[in-house]
């Protein structure tokens, strides 16, 4: 009786290391996905803002950002994702940070925690992400 009773503490020690095990991997994952972006908006966009970024911009611009933020980025486009209502990216209200790095790091890793925002880090580089808040601010100051 007592090997029986050693095995089943035996099994439940190890289902509750289990358990514990995946809640930690889920904390860290909830935890890395909603993480603050304090650096972030201390970064300075090390691509200057000229012509030819500009337009570099509202080239990489058009390719991945327009189906979903609308040709002049006044956001919910044709092609946006049922029910996520992509923002306008030309006004003065900014929900996810206004400051170019935060910019920069919401276009390259994506907006949790859902991600309708998806991450364009695999797509683009980041001098063309820098490009496109270029693009953005150029458009803001019309």
């Known amino acids: 009786m007592s090997r029986i009773v050693s095995r089943i503490n035996v099994a439940h020690a190890g289902l509750i290391a289990a358990a514990a095990a995946w809640l930690v991997s889920l ?6 996905a909603q993480a603050p972006k304090n650096d972030a908006a201390k970064m300075k966009n090390p691509v200057k803002s000229t012509a030819e970024s500009i337009a570099a911009g509202k080239t990489a611009y058009n390719k991945y950002c327009k189906f979903c933020h609308n040709e002049d980025a006044t956001g919910n486009g044709a092609l946006a994702p049922k029910d996520t209502h992509p923002p306008n990216l030309i006004d003065a209200k900014w929900d996810h940070g206004s400051t170019d790095g935060e910019i920069f790091t919401n276009i390259k890793d994506g907006i949790g925690p859902k991600f309708d925002m998806k991450a364009m880090k695999a797509k ?6 820098w ?7 150029s458009l803001a100051k019309k």
Do not use: F, K
């Open 27 to 32: 904390t860290v994952a909830v935890a890395g």
């Open 124 to 129: 683009m580089m980041d001098t063309d992400i």
């Open 131 to 137: 490009n496109v808040v270029n693009y953005l601010r």
